[in-house]
């Protein structure tokens, strides 16, 4: 029970984080209006899936929190992959800046692949609970360059 607190501020500051991001950019969202590849989504599933992996990205670090398995790297490399993660659609769709987005994108993919590899080191299930997140930017990343292409 004393690692409650740690859980929802754990699990909190993403989605709280991303929900702020999510309200900055609503404003902008061009999605619909933009010529999508055949495997794209419906944009009704973005914020649902983003949410899911804010979560399982705050759960996986309040494992490592609430066991005192944290330290300045994982801390560095977690806290870092979320600032670059929260800055993509900003250059996505404010900015419209579609393949820097793209390049901006793999550098969150190579910071998420480090953030995996110290997470399972000192907790499996930690490391185990970011593959969708990795899975899921691997297909953003592909989407984001066929939208640049296509447009």
């Known amino acids: 029970m004393k690692n409650i607190p740690i859980y929802v501020k754990s699990i909190l500051v993403p989605v709280i984080l991303g929900g702020i991001v999510g309200f900055i950019i609503s404003g902008y969202m061009d999605y619909s209006s933009l010529v999508r590849p055949n495997f794209a989504p419906p944009a009704i599933l973005f914020p649902i899936v983003w949410t899911i992996l804010y979560i399982l990205m705050g759960v996986s670090y309040g494992i490592l929190k609430s066991n005192s398995l944290t330290d300045d790297k994982i801390n560095s490399i977690y806290y870092w992959q979320l600032f670059i ?62 939208i640049y292409l296509l447009n």
């Open 85 to 146: 993660n929260l800055l993509w659609p900003i250059f996505f769709f404010v900015f419209k800046w579609r393949l820097f987005s793209f390049i901006w994108i793999l550098l969150l993919i190579v910071l998420v692949v480090l953030m995996i590899k110290e997470f399972y080191i000192k907790n499996k299930v930690a490391g185990l609970l970011q593959i969708p997140y990795l899975l899921w930017l691997i297909f953003a990343s592909v989407l984001n360059l066929a």
